[in-house]
């Protein structure tokens, strides 16, 4: 058996991660489900033992072993040791206890001497403080994902606004014939506003720089030496490459989660705009005899399982559904947020639970939406060219040369005669 395979099988964790798996039975992930948090939490007890041996808190052989134990985390060793459930009461003190007891289980055997969860690992923090310092970290990771797949999915609408930047189409406003634009001028218009979703969750996210580490028990810094949270937010900028530094005021940081509400709002709004434009792709493309039939979309499946060659528009449905998701969590964001009472909120578990959901829908919605459908759209649908006749654009001109009544006059009385 490989080393690692024999570090995996010896079960680390100890009696508060028992009592976390006991306590809360799992409806859902488990905090192991999420890579990025498990990875991320043993980044700020690392770097926290660095900061703690300077100051004098730890021994150098503690040290040694706790930053060895946490380095074999981060990279992806011990995955079974985390059962505890994501979401648990307590505000979130029993994933810290099991990342403590897991740390402290293996340094241990790596330094030959006894390694405590709380006396050393734990040594100058607190769930309050430590918790989410990784929860801001693991946000800023995962956001990327959906970041970048709505960067992907503007890129597919400015490739079609390239390729029908000359095809004209019929434009409407409350359902009913206008004047005519470009499919260009329709594209471009989606890619803009799928670029501004992706900037807004990018922005809302920069709030998450200022992390609460050193505030220890609501803000007080009691138990944690003098620059302890500046130090190891440092630490952590090194380790992470991200721009990280002490919150100011770590009171306002533990009492107050406004900026994951932003974050679940810019989120929502991201789902929302592409939702819109689905609904709109799935309208024009409708028919192909009885409905709009500007364009046409991938027929990726049978659209009925009785009516022979019917093709349904699932990519943009699907798209329409994930939204519907992505806003009830969103609202769950919000009330966690809103939950929070005198110094610290303790929802913030749901809260990481929510935004993980979140991010994931909207990453699947933006990556299937351009590979699936956008990247195969074409304005040759069957009555493209017989809508654009109905465009209004001549009236339009009439109208400014001889005045609106005569030109609605005229207008009425061409349609009668036809």
């Not at 021994?59 to 011990?78: K, L, M, N």
């Not at 890129?155 to 000359?166: I, P, Y």
């Not at 991200?242 to 989120?267: C, K, Q, S």
């Amino acid at each position: 058996m490989s080393e690692r395979k024999l570090m995996s099988a010896r079960r680390l964790y100890g009696p508060q991660t028992e009592l976390g798996v006991t306590n809360f039975p799992l409806r859902g992930r488990t905090f192991g489900d999420l890579g990025a948090f498990v990875r991320n939490y043993a980044r700020v007890k690392l770097a926290a033992a660095r900061v703690n041996h300077e100051c004098g808190v730890l021994d150098v052989v503690r040290r040694d072993a706790i930053v060895a134990a946490c380095e074999e985390i981060i990279s992806g060793a011990h995955p079974d040791q985390f059962p505890t459930p994501l979401v648990h009461g307590g505000g979130g003190t029993t994933t810290n206890m099991n990342v403590n007891e897991v740390v402290a289980g293996r340094a241990s055997v790596l330094a030959g001497v006894e390694v405590h969860p709380n006396d050393h690992v734990n040594a100058s923090q607190s769930t309050n403080d430590s918790y989410p310092t990784a929860m801001s970290l693991t946000v800023r990771e995962l956001i990327g994902g959906p970041a970048s797949a709505l960067r992907e999915l503007a890129g597919a609408f400015e490739r079609k606004a390239e390729e029908f930047a000359g095809t004209r189409h019929l434009g409407r406003t409350c359902l009913q014939d206008a004047v005519a634009l470009t499919a260009g001028d329709t594209h471009r218009g989606h890619a803009g506003a799928i670029r501004r979703a992706a900037d807004g969750l990018e922005t809302a996210a920069s709030a998450l720089r200022e992390v609460p580490i050193g505030a220890t028990a609501v803000g007080t810094g009691v138990g944690a030496p003098d620059g302890f949270g500046k130090r190891v937010a440092a630490d952590l900028a090194g380790l992470t490459g991200l721009a990280i530094t002490a919150a100011p005021d770590p009171f306002d940081a533990l009492a107050h989660m406004d900026p994951y509400a932003a974050i679940a709002a810019a989120g929502s709004r991201a789902a929302i705009t592409m939702a819109k434009i689905a609904a709109d792709v799935r309208l024009l493309s409708s028919g192909p005899h009885g409905g709009l039939g500007d364009l046409t979309i991938p027929a990726v499946q049978a659209g009925s399982s009785i009516m022979p060659a019917k093709v349904n528009p699932v990519i943009p449905e699907y798209v329409m559904q994930l939204s519907y998701r992505i806003r009830g969590q969103a609202l769950t964001v919000d009330c966690a947020v809103a939950a929070g009472e005198l110094e610290l909120n303790v929802m913030e578990p749901v809260v990481v639970d929510a935004l993980t959901t979140l991010f994931d829908d909207l990453t699947a919605a933006a990556q299937t939406f351009a590979r699936r459908c956008v990247d195969g759209l074409a304005w040759d649908g069957p009555h493209r060219e017989r809508n654009l006749a109905g465009a209004l654009d001549h009236w339009v001109e009439r109208a400014a040369l001889d005045g609106h009544e005569n030109a609605t006059t005229q207008l009425r009385s061409n349609t009668a005669d036809k």
